[in-house]
């Protein structure tokens, strides 16, 4: 059973370029949330699909955008890109949850991309 | 491989002795918190969860601690190995399901053989 999957590994793009990066979800689950990971830093929000749609999104500007496949495959999107935006991208898969307090909030977090801007 | 933090905290303990990692949250409203660990070019990996209705979780080798008074959580590894040499971050959330996770700064634990 192959966990979440990352595509790239590495990139590096030139400052104003676009880049998408693609995410595969565990199998079975069916929500993707994507972070971005600057150096030292812990992981941080981006978005969430769930059904083909963005249902969640964090304090990000408008250049970065996503999809969501009927596989429930993912893309991340970032437009014009800048300096700052170099970071590790990550992936995460889950399920919904059945609610209550007993659940575990099962979330698989792919390798990440490397996305170096020059 | 790549490396996920230049200037976190570092813990430093040696092999056999028990590590505590020490996180504070920031929601008072979060009720839910895990730890997780990041090994150099991997992504995070889940460690153990604790919810709020609780104040410690054991599972194999690790505790979490939870006090909602100060906010604050803590990770206690047993017998730490080698292997256990990584960044841990406490991530919280609020409710059950798929809300966006909040992630602390992390810490580096290094383990000397």
């Known amino acids: 059973d192959a966990g979440v999957t990352q595509s790239p590994t590495h990139l590096i793009k030139t400052r104003g370029q676009q880049v998408t990066l693609r995410c595969s979800p565990k199998?079975?689950?069916?929500?993707v949330s994507w972070y971005q990971q600057a150096l030292g830093q812990g992981p941080q929000f981006i978005f969430q699909y769930y059904e083909e749609e963005e249902r969640q999104r964090g304090n990000f500007p408008d250049r970065f955008s996503g999809h969501q496949f009927p596989n429930y495959s993912s893309e991340l999107n970032v437009n014009a890109l800048l300096l700052g935006d170099s970071a590790l991208y990550l992936c995460?898969?889950?399920?919904?949850?059945?609610?209550?307090?007993?659940?575990?909030?099962?979330?698989?977090f792919g390798p990440g991309t490397r996305l170096t801007v020059t | 491989g790549e490396s996920v933090g230049l200037h976190l905290p570092t813990l430093s303990v040696q092999e056999g002795d028990n590590s505590i990692i020490n996180c504070a949250y920031s929601?008072?409203?979060?009720?839910?918190f895990i730890w997780y660990k990041q090994e150099s070019g991997k992504g995070p990996q889940f460690i153990i969860d604790i919810r709020s209705n609780m104040d410690k979780r054991q599972g194999q080798r690790v505790t979490v601690l939870l006090n909602k008074t100060v906010k604050h959580l803590s990770l206690q590894i047993a017998a730490t190995q080698p292997g256990d040499s990584a960044v841990y971050f406490c991530a919280e959330t609020i409710g059950s399901g798929n809300t966006p996770l909040v992630f602390g700064k992390g810490t580096r634990l290094s383990v000397i053989a």
């Open positions: 199998s079975g689950h069916d929500t």
């Open positions: 995460a898969s889950s399920t919904p949850g059945q609610g209550g307090l007993a659940d575990t909030y099962e979330q698989y």
């Open positions: 929601n008072s409203a979060s009720d839910y």
